[in-house]
Nanobody, 115 residues
Framework: VQLQACGGGLVQAGDSLRLACAAS????????VAWFRQAPGQEREFVAH????????YYADSVKGRFTISRDNAKNTFDLQMNSLKPEDTAVYYC?????????WGKGTLVTVSS
């Protein structure tokens, strides 16, 4: 499966942004999907995950209550709605799909939050 993330940009603190990840090559319905991010000079970190059927979601404590992950298996996409953005949310955001221990990453999309 190939993934393409989009939706990044420059916003101000308190603004909202929605990232999208489109999959091609395989049906996304068979994959758990997630968002990660990597800030400058830091390790890549987990942001949010949603199971194949969309029934369970998991979030990093730093984004819980502000970010929402969702998926549309019919459209082969999944999104990350980011509200109340903070400067510390500035990072390159990556989407990931996983199945049977295999991981597939999309190229990142940059989110910059100014104070």
């Amino acid at each position: 499966v190939q993934l393409q993330a989009c939706g990044g940009g420059l916003v101000q603190a308190g603004d909202s942004l929605r990232l999208a990840c489109a999959a091609s090559g395989r049906a996304l319905s068979g994959y758990g999907v997630a968002w990660f991010r990597q800030a400058p000079g830091q390790e890549r970190e987990f942001v949010a995950h949603i199971r194949r059927n969309g029934g369970h979601t998991y979030y990093a404590d730093s984004v819980k209550g502000r970010f929402t992950i969702s998926r549309d298996n019919a459209k082969n996409t999944f999104d990350l709605q980011m509200n109340s953005l903070k400067p510390e949310d500035t990072a390159v955001y990556y989407c990931k799909a996983e199945q049977f221990g295999m991981e597939y990453w999309g190229k990142g999309t940059l989110v910059t939050v100014s104070s």
